[in-house]
């Protein structure tokens, strides 16, 4: 998408994007709430990609843009973060097709997972710790949301996600919702983890679909976790464990230097 924003608008949104990038470096809670509302509409991805005008491909200033929140410190971040605010989503004539694939490997390596043997483990904090199949899965009420995903190399794209939600889950597992993380371990060798308010975000879902097909190999089969207020890194693929933890798990990027928080 680009928008075609007259030449003073978009330095105005340049000048409000730096000014709270600014503040936001200094952020503390003991800002006012005026200050603590403009911040939280601003500095959501999808205001992000609004200031930007969307040209989050082929601009610079996105990049940059981007770039700079994903270095704000985690405290910041999770500060900034409404537990209730949605993420912008689109009509489904806006979706990305083909959908990009990114991964720490290229996409001829992508993990086959056999989906009628697979099982979820869920362990941690929750009073429930039996394996899930896909078909208990894809048994529960089922939401999806069309959203725009964002990678810190630069692109974003428009895409289609259906699943669980991932509070409803966390709820019939019996996770205790009082606990700081819930972290996940990957068929690929990756993982990574994210903040319990986050967790517990009405969109966030424990995708099975892309597109309104089964999740395919490639965009993380069996399953994933989607969070439109994370960057794409926070969005773990091929899910094979969950777990729920109050000791800091870390992440694949994240331990080479990436935002933890990583969202907004
Ligand atoms: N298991 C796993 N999940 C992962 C990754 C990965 O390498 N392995 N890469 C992350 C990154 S950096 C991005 S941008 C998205 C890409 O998702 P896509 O292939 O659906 O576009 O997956 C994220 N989740
Ligand atoms: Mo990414």
């Known amino acids: ?8 608008l978009s330095l105005d949104r340049n000048a409000i994007l730096k000014e709270a990038l600014a503040r936001l470096a200094h952020a503390n809670p003991g800002l006012d709430a005026a200050r603590r509302g403009f911040l939280r509409r601003s500095l959501t991805l999808g205001g992000l990609s609004m200031l930007t005008g969307c040209t989050l491909i082929d601009e610079d200033s996105a990049e940059t843009a981007l770039t700079q929140i994903s270095r704000l410190n985690d405290q910041a971040q999770a500060w900034l973060f409404d537990p209730q605010r949605l993420a912008p989503t689109y009509p489904d004539s806006m979706i990305t097709r083909p959908f990009p ?17 697979f099982r979820l483990e869920v362990t941690g904090l929750v009073a429930d710790k039996r394996q899930w199949s896909l078909a208990e899965l894809r048994a529960m009420p089922q939401i999806d949301q069309v959203t725009r995903h964002i990678c810190v190399e630069g692109w974003s794209a428009i895409g289609k996600w259906g699943g669980v939600s991932f509070a409803s889950f ?4 019996g996770a205790d919702l009082s606990a700081k993380y819930v972290g996940f371990k990957c068929a690929d060798d990756y993982y990574t983890s994210i903040d319990m308010p986050t967790a517990l975000h009405p969109q966030t879902t ?25 960057l794409g890194y926070k969005n773990p693929k091929h899910i094979q464990a969950i777990f729920v933890t109050n000791t800091y798990p870390g992440g694949y990027w994240e331990d080479q230097g990436y935002n933890w928080f990583g969202g907004s």
């Open 206 to 230: 424990l995708a099975l679909s892309h597109d309104g097909q089964p999740l395919p190999p490639k965009y993380g089969f069996p399953m994933k976790l989607r969070m439109p207020t994370k």
């Open 170 to 173: 966390l709820r019939r597992v």
């Open 1 to 8: 998408m680009k928008i075609n924003t007259p030449v003073s």
């Open 101 to 117: 694939f990114n991964a720490f490997y290229s996409e001829d390596e992508v993990r086959e997972i056999d989906g009628g043997s």
